[in-house]
T-cell receptor, first 117, second 109 residues
Framework: NAGVTQTPKFQVLKTGQSMTLQCAQD?????MSWYRQDPGMGLRLIHY???????DQGEVPNGYNVSRSTTEDFPLRLLSAAPSQTSVYFC????????????????FGNGTRLTVT | GESVGLHLPTLSVQEGDNSIINCAYSNSASDYFIWYKQESGKGPQFIID?????DKRQGQRVTVLLNKTVKHLSLQIAATQPGDSAVYFC????????FGQGTELSVKP
């Protein structure tokens, strides 16, 4: 199984540009989420979805949009990139309809490394 | 406030030795805890989890211990191998996941 697939692996943007980070999972997971990982900080939740057609904000949603038109895909859109959005972005999914539950942990992709200049 | 932290940012061990990675948490209402391993350039990989009503859980070469009295979680890796070199971090579930910053484990051959 491919698991959680993220594209692209690397991206450089100029301030003000927009782009979409792609995430797809082939495990038929209901729950999908986006995290950002910054040095010295733990993973922080940006947005999440508990099923197709349902999305909600996480801890740090400003500057990002998401949609969930299918169970498999959960793209993250940066509307107008800012240097503060330089980070590593991880998509994660879970069989459970919550973020994670005992014996149903989050499965992560390998990340997109984004630099905004 | 809520926090999940690690006592040591780095840990260096000799190949074949046992490793112990520690984690402190502050919310006694957390109902379970998870350990993840993250290798360079990759996403976090689930290792093992434990419910709050358990003290110990064992997996393949790994053991997680939970001490609710002092709000402490540890991950023990037996016979540490070079392939175990990575950042390890814990997370606690409080209805949402709170992730720690991680400990970098370096295994010397």
């Amino acid at each position: 199984n491919a698991g959680v697939t993220q594209t692209p692996k690397f991206q450089v943007l100029k301030t003000g540009q927009s782009m979409t980070l792609q995430c797809a999972q082939d495990m038929n997971h209901e729950y999908m989420s986006w995290y950002r990982q910054d040095p010295g900080m733990g993973l922080r939740l940006i947005h999440y979805s508990v099923g197709a057609g349902i999305t909600d904000q996480g801890e740090v949603p400003n500057g990002y949009n998401v949609s969930r038109s299918t169970t498999e895909d959960f793209p993250l859109r940066l509307l107008s990139a800012a240097p503060s959005q330089t980070s590593v972005y991880f998509c994660a999914s879970s069989y459970s309809r919550t973020a994670s539950s005992y014996n149903s942990p989050l499965h992560f992709g390998n990340g997109t490394r984004l630099t905004v200049t | 406030g809520e926090s999940v932290g690690l006592h040591l940012p780095t840990l260096s061990v000799q190949e074949g030795d046992n490793s112990i990675i520690n984690c402190a948490y502050s919310n006694s209402a957390s109902d379970y805890f998870i350990w993840y391993k993250q290798e360079s350039g990759k996403g976090p990989q689930f290792i093992i989890d434990i419910r709050s009503n358990m003290d110990k859980r064992q997996g393949q070469r790994v053991t997680v211990l939970l001490n609710k009295t002092v709000k402490h979680l540890s991950l023990q890796i037996a016979a540490t191998q070079p392939g175990d070199s990575a950042v390890y971090f814990c997370a606690e579930n409080q209805g949402k996941l709170i992730f720690g910053q991680g400990t970098e484990l370096s295994v010397k051959p």
